[in-house]
């Protein structure tokens, strides 16, 4: 099987899986008791924490361990308009992840005002309309804003928000960029971000919060007092320690990595771009990561987007149509009706993923079935 896919393509590194063993079969203790495999869980836990904060240029304690992305994204929406107490308003951009725009709808059933934020002609958020959005908001809205669209891989304009909004509270969901491009708090102007290891070649189950130092943010999650009374909850040693090695792994290969997922990107898109007809590239090379591409096709209308998946997996390619954590839907992508696209084309649109581990004969191999599956269709 070739793997195209967001999810399928980041499988665990070998070297991960080994840091996480030991915490499964030997020192189970729990980190919040006072025993001593209780106490070696807790060193090693804290550990991760000082490492992987330094990784983003965060302070140790401005980083809360959470079950991922999604909890992440949840966690500061409903903290920061109930229990912190932050904000009385909520915006966010029109292609963010079903993660921020769900609990955002769901918020504003409750009285947050809610505004969503447009994308512009270059697949971006579009900062100009954004200014005028936010000059009739409550004061100091909480704004989210993804780091890199999970979708087509698109860069958003985080540091040009900052300054159309100087007073807000601004979130960032840096799920897909966290271990492909730069990320640092100390460079970018946020507030708040979201991270997952599953992305980065790590454990699924695991991620974090980066909360900037300073803000007084209260628990969404009650229970124990665990992440410092800010996430109740029984820590896994094993997981946070593979969340660990997948950063420092991600991070110290970053170039290399990102070369090479260029390189099979930028094939894909040669290739595709000779054998097929009507195409249309929703990812533009100049700012966009280097693992994804999006494609979508003029003559939509004419294809069904759930048989070209079905048709490439059974040429033993697994590719999809948008998010994975909506894979089976047969809606639009959201993300592309964002931009502008008509149903028929964000319905049958493909986004084709690559790992450090894709081949270039992978790619030759993708891009020749998809020809193949597109004439028989068309």
């Known amino acids: 099987m070739i793997y195209l896919d967001n999810s399928a393509t980041t499988k665990l590194d070998e070297s991960v899986l080994e840091s996480m063993l030991p915490w499964f079969r030997d020192d189970y203790g729990n980190a919040s008791s006072v025993y001593s495999i209780g106490r070696k869980a807790r060193v090693a836990i804290e550990d991760a ?13 401005e980083l809360i ?3 991922g992305g999604t909890e992440s994204n949840n966690t500061v929406l409903h903290s920061a308009c109930f229990e912190s107490q932050l904000t009385k308003s909520i915006c966010y951009s029109a ?3 079903h993660a921020i725009i769900h609990p955002s709808e769901q918020i504003a059933k409750l009285g947050i005002s809610s505004s969503v934020l447009p994308i512009d002609t270059q697949k971006i958020l579009d900062i100009d309309v954004a200014r005028e959005i936010l000059s009739s908001v409550p004061k100091r809205p909480l704004i989210s804003v993804m780091h890199a669209n999970n979708e087509t891989g698109m860069i958003q304009p985080i540091a040009r928000l900052r300054e159309i909004a100087t007073d807000a509270f601004i979130h960032t969901d840096a799920v897909q960029s966290f271990g492909k491009i730069a990320f640092n708090v100390q ?5 708040f971000a979201s991270f997952s290891a599953h992305k980065i070649h790590g454990p699924k189950g695991v991620g974090a919060l980066f909360i900037r130092k300073g803000i007084d943010f209260k628990a969404h999650q009650h229970g124990g007092g665990q992440e410092r009374n800010r996430r109740a909850g029984t820590e896994s040693p094993a997981l946070i320690v593979g969340f660990q090695v997948a950063a420092r792994n991600a991070v110290r290969e970053m170039k290399e990595r990102s070369e090479i997922m260029a390189s099979r ?10 054998t097929i007809s009507n195409i249309r590239f929703n990812t533009l090379l100049d700012q966009s990561l280097p693992n994804i591409l999006n494609i979508s096709f003029l003559d939509a209308e004419k294809l069904d987007g759930e048989s070209i998946l079905q048709s ?3 040429h033993g390619i697994a590719a999809s149509n948008g998010s994975a954590c909506v894979s089976g839907s047969l809606q639009p992508s959201h993300v592309l009706s964002a931009m502008g696209l008509p149903a028929a084309e964000a319905r049958a649109a493909v ?3 690559v790992s450090k581990d894709t081949t270039e004969a992978e790619i030759r191999t993708a ?3 998809l020809s193949e599956i597109l004439a028989a269709l068309r």
């Open 367 to 369: 891009a020749q079935a």
């Open 95 to 97: 292609i963010e992840h």
């Open 65 to 67: 361990f959470t079950s």
């Open 49 to 61: 924490r000082e490492e992987i904060a330094s990784l983003i240029g965060a302070h140790p304690a």
């Open 265 to 274: 990107i930028a094939l894909l898109r040669e290739l595709l771009s000779l």
């Open 351 to 353: 986004r084709f993923s």
């Open 187 to 191: 460079e970018l102007p946020i507030d």
């Open 312 to 314: 490439l997996d059974i």
